[in-house]
């Protein structure tokens, strides 16, 4: 089992958006990944980066723990919250079928001071800093 942690934000809502990404095992990162991602909004930018979570996480493991700091983005993906945005739903239904890639998959809500959540954060923030 791999372990993901993903953030995404922007400056402004809408405003010029990054992702960033971890992908580890236990407390042993193996990839980190970072990217801007254009005009988006924290919402968007959140399914984006967990979006590229899953494309790398599959090149480690079927199963997988995606561990994000958007509750909205994981009661969506739990089914407690409806995605009422179109543009969220599009984002949504393309977890929805990454997921049939995984033979488990979990969706786990954290808090930003998370030790790891705290790293792909700053990951997003190194992103937009970049010129």
């Known amino acids: ?7 995404g934000g922007s400056r402004g809502n809408p405003g010029q958006a990054a992702i960033g990404v971890i992908v580890r095992n236990n407390e042993k990162i193996i990839k980190t990944y ?16 967990l979006i590229k979570a899953l ?7 079927k199963e997988i723990q995606c561990i994000l700091d958007s509750e909205l983005v994981v009661k969506q993906l ?9 543009e969220l739903k599009a984002l949504y239904l393309t977890v929805k079928e990454l997921e049939k890639h995984f033979k488990q998959i979990t969706y786990k809500y954290v808090k930003r001071e998370d030790k ?14 970049e010129k």
């Open 1 to 7: 089992m791999v372990i993901t942690n993903s953030d």
């Open 34 to 49: 970072k990217e801007k991602i254009g005009i988006k909004t924290n919402n968007e930018a959140e399914y984006h980066a």
């Open 55 to 61: 494309n790398l996480a599959l090149k480690y493991s």
């Open 78 to 86: 739990q089914g407690e919250y409806a995605v009422l945005k179109p």
């Open 116 to 129: 790891f959540q705290k790293l792909a954060d700053e990951l997003v923030n190194e992103a937009l800093d």
